[in-house]
């Protein structure tokens, strides 16, 4: 069976990267998951995960991808400081995303990467850097006839500051990703008819359900939620991700006992997993 998409697990953890032997099973680096089709690199979220992506990318002479950021809280772009690839003058790369301030997203990114947080801005990188407002709009991402053309659509996600859900789609087969999202009845109306048959779910997984109770409001989900959402929509396969950076290897292996008792078709992320789907 041929497969459409690679996808690819970087950095798995919410909130902050937790640099630590006990967290060595599932990963420590915050948010970043890849998804290759034929000749393009889709990348959801751009946590600390991106530099080994980057290094990835490089080693294998690939110098183009598309950014797709679920929202700008720091866990979720402090590894564009290190993406190997701003760095290379033969690099093309497109970020998407909503805006976050007045100036929209651009002024976002320039006041994140810059003095006096960084000392190289985005604007004196050598890459070829393009920034795309995306919110509420679906687009295409082509990069000629080899790599044949990705959908894009996104949606608003419930959390505060706001974020985007992405679904990608090639040849029929779409991949959602589900970043910071506190469920409510009305998201998850608007999710299942959003993610309609999608191959893959990349889900917020922050909490578990009775840690979620403790936490309404913050604007994240459980693994119990998420598998109940799979199983109700028909989800073909469940990765649970972005977890709370307190839970170590041991507890997440049981919690991963438990969510397959749940739904068979559920999955913790661990940093170099990798899923053909």
């Known amino acids: 069976m041929e497969h459409i998409w690679k996808v690819t697990v970087w950095g ?7 640099a630590d032997a006990r967290f060595l099973r599932y990963g420590g680096n915050t948010s970043c998951i890849s998804a290759e089709h034929g ?21 294998r002479g690939r110098k183009s991808v598309a950014l797709l ?8 772009v402090m590894g564009l400081f290190r993406f ?12 998407y995303g909503a805006g976050g301030s007045p100036g929209g997203l651009k ?28 919110s509420g709009k679906d687009f295409t991402l082509s990069q000629g006839e080899e790599a044949g053309q990705i959908r894009v659509s996104s949606m608003s996600g419930n959390h505060p500051g706001g974020s985007l859900i992405y679904r990608v789609e090639a040849e029929d087969v779409g991949v959602v990703y589900v970043p910071d999202c506190e469920m409510d009845p009305v998201v998850e109306r608007r999710l299942e008819r959003f993610a309609g048959e999608c191959a893959l779910m990349i889900w917020d997984a922050n909490f578990t359900e009775r840690d979620h109770e403790r936490h309404k409001g913050w604007g994240h989900s459980s693994w119990e939620e998420g ?6 929509a028909g989800i073909s396969r469940m990765l649970m991700t972005h977890y709370s950076p307190e839970y170590t290897d041991e507890f997440l292996k049981n919690e991963e006992d438990r969510a397959k008792l749940e739904y ?13 789907i």
């Open 12 to 18: 798995v953890r919410g909130s902050f990267p937790m």
């Open 39 to 59: 000749g393009h690199t889709v990348v959801f979220d751009a946590g600390s995960g991106l530099v080994s992506l980057g290094n990835d990318l490089l080693k």
């Open 69 to 76: 950021l679920g929202h700008l809280h720091i866990d979720h």
């Open 84 to 95: 190997p690839l701003l760095y290379d003058r033969e690099a093309e790369i497109h970020i």
């Open 107 to 134: 002024e976002s990114l320039e006041m994140l990467a810059g003095p006096p947080w960084w000392p190289v801005r985005l604007s004196e990188c050598p890459a070829q850097i393009y920034i795309h407002e995306v």
């Open 227 to 232: 598998a109940a959402f799979g199983r109700r």
């Open 264 to 276: 068979e078709r559920c999955e913790f992320a661990k940093e170099g997993m990798v899923i053909r």
